[in-house]
């Protein structure tokens, strides 16, 4: 499996740390009920085809990632700067 | 039919013509009290139990492949009870008594065998961490003994004692764990659920649960709908998505775990060996294979393959830990799906939905539970009330911050 750095281009699956479901760039906010921390830390869509998950490029230049994948198939479909999804998202 | 000693000799002698499949393969009723989602260990152990312990006969298994195809089928077969947290400890304390008798309750032979587990460790603070495990161990009443690092090379004398970066100070040893026949397992279920009325439907996919009124009344499957008083999920890594019929949302993430085996060898390793700082484990199966694994990938999947990375670490591990293993030669390879939970502890319980239960989130250690996992699953849907030992395998504690976090390593679904 290789991954598409924006910044490094196709790396190794190995210079990757994965952290998870990229729901956790949606931090709730101070004031969120409880639900929506329960929503953050442990409910998941967790689907059998394509997802979003949160990579850092640890061994890189350590830039977080937004990656697109298939958990079928383990392709890698897009792969986006996370400062700059969330700048988009703003 | 029974299986006995005389049986196998007098079919012996009589060219082996006598035998019959083990189990029916029923067309679905329209109607069951019970429906189990999931022909895997749990969900046969499950039905097992509501018709051995209960007296519930109008239950049905549906498999959308066949009995014990899943996980149960791909694991490596390990047994133990060396659990730490009130929650876990019993539970699995109850599960391991199960395993002790369980070939003679399902008069089939689960090759359970007592070979002793050993983990290890490489530092004082390990060794006060697993000092106090193997008390627990022991106030639960089951058997831990702290070994050092001479105890553990006159029964383990192979390992590389003084390796570098985890030197071995010694290990703490469960003489009850051991291993299982992995298949048998489901089979001896199976057989056991079916010879008591338990409709056991392969080849049947469920497609959608009917929910009325806040309560389930049946579900649809690609042989048709049935219609059901209680319906319990069982599916292991899929769980996310048959709750999703439900329209639930699971704390579950999907993940992949590799093992590996090698080509048959003589008997070389007797006890099951786990060298947890390198995420490497390692026992030798009946037939001589080496079997043996590490961690996940750790990232969500569900391919059932992993990648060439972590199969180098587990082979670096274990090179690491007993130099010898580099003479045998890998015969194959294969991964399974990990429902994982943010705590790394199961579910067992109710959902929001009337008459609807999950039984999922086992993460990478449903082998040993299946005993326990049916019997409380089965105490839970045949009397609606939690069974004790699995009485804080709640779906509600995340919300409520009331995690089972056996390793200590956060609320994350892939650290466990």
Redesign the interface.
Known sequence: ?RITCPLCGAR???EFH????AVYLDRPGPQAP??AW??Y????????GE?R?LWQHAAGCGAWLVVG?N????AVLSVRLASDVRAGAQ | MRYSGFRLLAQGLTGNRGWRPVWRDPEPKPHYDIVIVGGGGHGLATAYYLAREHGLRNVAVLEKGYLGGGNVGRNTTIVRANYFLPGNSEFYSHSLKLWEGLSQELNFNVMHSQRGLINLFHSDGQRDAFARRGNAMINQGDDAILLDREGVRAILPYLDFEQARFPIHGGLYHPRGGTARHDAVAWGYARGADSRGVDLIQNCEVTGIDIEGGRVRGVQTSRGPIRAGKVGIVVAG?S??VA?MAGL??????HILQAFVTEGLKPVIDHVVSFGMGHFYISQSDKGGLVFGGDLD??????QRG?L?MAEHVMEAGMTLMPMIGKARILRSWGGIMDMT?DGSPIIDRTSVDGLYVNCGWCYGGFKAVPGSGWSFAHLLATGRHHDPAARFRLDR??RGDLLDEEGTG????LH
């Open positions: 499996m190794d699956r190995r994965y952290l998870g479901c409880p639900e329960e929503d830390l442990h409910l998941r869509d967790n689907p059998a997802t998950d994948r958990t079928l198939s383990h | 899929r996310g998505q999703a949302r699971l704390p579950i993430e999907s750790f990232h969500a999947s569900y391919a990648n990375p943010p995340f919300a609320s994350c679904h892939n």
